[in-house]
């Protein structure tokens, strides 16, 4: 499938508890692409929320602190994901209870952004979430599930080494794509490549991310396995080899993702921090006002 051939269909939506989404690598490479689209405003906010305006710093630190945040609020570890069934239309509320989704903690952590009243504290863990939890709805598996914990429980062989779909997705095919190349090197080459998208994939809502991740999972993250899937065929518990085609079909999967979990973050920030400083959103200290 070509790549233009391959955006036409994954944009256009023709094509009708999990591990870390996107490994280091990945969160590093959603970072860089964001810090490439960051208005002024936002740059100005972010310095003064988290001290630094490098994104790319930033966006695994969700995933670092998981064991603390967990202790500290309960279903945390659900903000990283849509389990949106793969074979079935369900309603949001059936796949995000008690708002505990990666959909529904961007709508909460956007709105305190966008508070004037909220403690830099609590702006700087909101920062941290948006930053995160928008490169992680861009992973497929991040917002599809089987009944498998989002490919956890798809044992895979792929070059020689075992392991499972998710983190095949998470860190295996990433660390092939790059191959040696830099991370920093290889965010500009997508925006370079990409460059005539990013307007358009600034658009839309992180329902709407989902849902066109959701559809590249059933289609191809888990359609063009060896033997493909068949709705509604149950895959957890199986046995899968990937061969090295099937790396090299979804790089260009790969490619637009990495680049649309980086636009979505920066499109988030933009609007967050859109009259910043005007709107103060970064400033009040937690004992503020006593």
């Known amino acids: 499938m070509s790549i233009s051939l391959l955006i036409v269909l994954l944009t256009f939506g023709i094509y009708s508890g999990p591990a870390h989404a996107w490994g280091a690598q990945g ?40 064991a603390m945040l967990a202790a500290r609020i309960p279903g945390s570890a659900q903000w990283h994901y849509d389990n949106i069934p793969l074979c079935t239309t369900s309603s949001h509320d059936s796949y995000c209870p008690d708002g505990r989704c990666a959909t529904a903690a961007l709508a909460r952590f956007m709105a305190v952004l966008q508070d004037p009243d909220a403690t830099v504290d609590d702006q700087r863990l909101a920062l941290r979430v948006v930053i995160h939890v928008a490169g992680d709805l861009s992973q497929p598996l991040h917002a599809a599930d089987n009944h498998d914990r989002g490919g956890n429980d798809v044992h895979v062989v792929f070059a020689g080494q075992p392991s499972n779909l998710h983190a095949l997705w998470d860190t295996g095919l990433i660390k092939r794509l790059l191959r040696g190349t830099s991370e920093t090197a290889f965010a500009d080459r997508l925006l370079a490549d990409f460059a005539p998208h990013l307007a358009d994939w600034s658009k839309g809502t992180p329902e709407q991310w989902a849902a066109q991740s959701n559809a590249i999972a059933r289609a191809l993250t888990y359609g063009d396995l060896p033997g493909g899937l068949t709705c509604p065929q149950q895959t957890a518990g199986s046995q899968v080899d990937i061969p090295l085609a099937y790396a090299d079909e979804m790089a260009p999967v790969l490619r637009q993702q990495l680049t649309m979990g980086g636009t979505h973050i920066a499109a988030l920030l933009n609007a967050a921090f859109a009259d910043f400083p005007s709107h103060q959103q970064a400033g009040k200290t937690p004992d503020a006002g006593k």
Do not use: Y
């Open 27 to 66: 969160h590093r490479i959603t970072g860089l692409v964001a810090n490439a689209l960051l208005t002024p405003q936002s740059r100005a906010a972010l310095r003064q929320i988290l001290g630094t305006d490098n994104l790319a710093d930033e966006a695994n630190w969700l995933d670092q602190n998981r």
